[in-house]
């Protein structure tokens, strides 16, 4: 019953910064672990970053860490990614998804999530 939109996503330069949104629908947002996942050209969806329902953890793949930030706003039923430092290979397309039983580590899995957005397309310019 969940229903995900994201947006944010644009061209910016190599080191600038840009904050994609998911906004979601269903009043079990709340209880939904949230990850956000991109997909570049000619390559399988990776795991970027997640959050528990309860925001009290935060996981990110190797490859942001130290320049993403992931949050929530349960009370406006967003989820955000903050993109700093942004660099080239960070182009693809950004998928937001929830999970009702996600946990821990296994956020970082795909399969775990029930519900995905539309996709926000981020490019980065060298």
């Known amino acids: 019953q969940a229903q995900l939109v994201e947006s944010g996503g644009g061209l910016v330069q190599a080191g600038g910064s840009l904050r994609l949104s998911c906004a979601a629908s269903?009043?079990?947002?709340?209880?939904?672990?949230m990850g956000w996942f991109r997909q570049a050209p000619g390559k399988e969806r990776e795991f970027v970053a997640a959050?528990?329902?309860?925001?009290?953890?935060?996981y990110y793949a190797d490859s942001v860490k130290g320049r993403f930030t992931i949050s929530r706003d349960n009370a406006k039923n967003t989820l955000y990614l903050q993109m700093n430092s942004l660099k080239p290979e960070d182009t693809a397309v950004y998928y937001c998804?929830?999970?009702?039983?996600?946990?821990?580590?296994?956020?970082?899995?795909?399969?775990?999530?029930?519900?995905w957005g539309q996709g926000t397309q981020v490019t980065v310019s060298s």
């Open positions: 269903g009043r079990a947002f709340s209880h939904y672990a």
């Open positions: 998804g929830a999970a009702a039983l996600g946990i821990g580590e296994r956020l970082r899995r795909g399969g775990v999530y029930d519900y």
């Open positions: 959050v528990t329902w309860r925001g009290d953890s935060t």
